[in-house]
C-alpha cells in the first residue's frame, strides 16, 4: 500500500475535466514539491507536472496541478481518447529520505 | 537529444544476482542525479534508488537496501544497479531516468524504455 493515496481509477467522457488526488503527510506532500506522470500502455512514463504546478515544454495546458497542505491534485480538462493512460503523483519523503509513489490512477475516457 | 537505454536485464534463479545498465546519451551525464524505478507486472511505479551526479549522495528504497547497489561510472556515461540476494518480488521491468532538480524537489524529465528481470526458479 502506498503512502502517497490515489484513487485506483477515474473516467470521463470527451471534453469532460477530470481530477486525480494525491494525499500525503507532512513528510512528503506536506513539505515537498510533488510531480505527476503519465504512463500510456506499454510505454515508459513520462512527466506531466512537476514542481506542483509547472508544465514541461510539450505538455498541453489542459493539464494543470495543484496542492494544498498534504494532499495535491491533477486536473485535465477537455478530456481527449489519447489521455486514457495511468498516472503517478510522486513526492521525496523526509522521514523514509526516499521518493514516493502513489499507487497509480488509471483514467478511462468513455 | 537525451537517449537512455538499459540493458542486464533477464532471468535469474531467486538468490541470484545480476547488473544492470543505463547508457546514457545526449547530456552531460556528470551534472544530473540519475534515478532507478520499477514497475512489477501489472503494478505500480517503485522508486529503487538515486545517485547524484558525483555519486557523493546515494539513497535505497527499504526494500533494496542492503541488497542492490547503484553507481555510475562518468567516462562510460553508464548508470549501473547491482542487484543481489534477489527474491521473487524484484521481479519487474526497471527503469533508469534523468533527474531534474535536487533528490528531494527533483523530477525525472527523461526515461529510458525499461529492462525486465525476472526472479524465477
Known amino acids: 500500500q502506498s503512502v502517497l493515496t490515489q484513487p485506483p481509477s477515474a473516467s470521463g467522457t470527451p471534453g469532460q475535466r477530470v481530477t486525480i488526488s494525491c494525499s500525503g503527510s507532512?513528510?512528503?506532500?506536506?513539505?515537498?514539491?510533488i510531480n505527476w506522470y503519465q504512463q500510456l500502455p506499454g510505454t515508459a512514463p513520462k512527466v506531466l507536472i512537476y514542481?506542483?504546478?509547472q508544465r514541461p515544454s510539450g505538455v498541453p495546458d489542459r493539464f494543470s496541478g495543484s496542492k494544498s497542505g498534504t494532499s495535491a491534485s491533477l486536473a485535465i480538462s477537455g478530456l481527449q481518447s489519447e489521455d486514457e493512460a495511468d498516472y503517478y503523483c510522486?513526492?521525496?519523503?523526509?522521514?523514509?529520505?526516499?521518493?514516493?509513489f502513489g499507487g497509480g490512477t488509471k483514467l478511462t475516457v468513455l | 537529444e537525451v537517449q537512455l537505454v538499459e540493458s542486464g536485464g533477464g532471468l535469474v534463479q531467486p538468490g541470484g544476482s545480476l547488473r544492470l545498465s543505463c547508457a546514457a546519451s545526449?547530456?552531460?551525464?556528470?551534472?544530473?542525479?540519475m534515478n532507478w524505478v520499477r514497475q512489477a507486472p501489472q503494478k505500480g511505479l517503485e522508486w529503487v534508488s538515486y545517485?547524484?551526479?558525483?555519486?557523493?549522495?546515494?539513497y535505497y528504497a527499504d526494500s533494496v537496501k542492503g541488497r542492490f547497489t547503484i553507481s555510475r561510472d562518468s567516462a562510460k556515461n553508464s548508470l549501473y544497479l547491482q542487484m543481489n540476494s534477489l527474491r521473487a518480488e524484484d521481479t519487474a521491468v526497471y527503469f533508469c531516468?534523468?533527474?531534474?532538480?535536487?533528490?528531494?524537489?527533483?523530477?525525472?524529465?527523461?526515461w529510458g524504455q525499461g529492462t525486465l528481470v525476472t526472479v524465477s526458479s
Open positions: 531516468a534523468r533527474v531534474r532538480g535536487s533528490s528531494s524537489s527533483g523530477w525525472q524529465d527523461y
Open positions: 510522486a513526492a521525496w519523503d523526509d522521514s523514509l529520505n526516499g521518493r514516493l
Open positions: 514542481s506542483n504546478n
Open positions: 507532512s513528510s512528503n506532500i506536506g513539505s515537498n514539491t
Open positions: 545526449g547530456f552531460t551525464f556528470s551534472s544530473f542525479s
Open positions: 545517485i547524484s551526479g558525483g555519486s557523493g549522495t546515494i
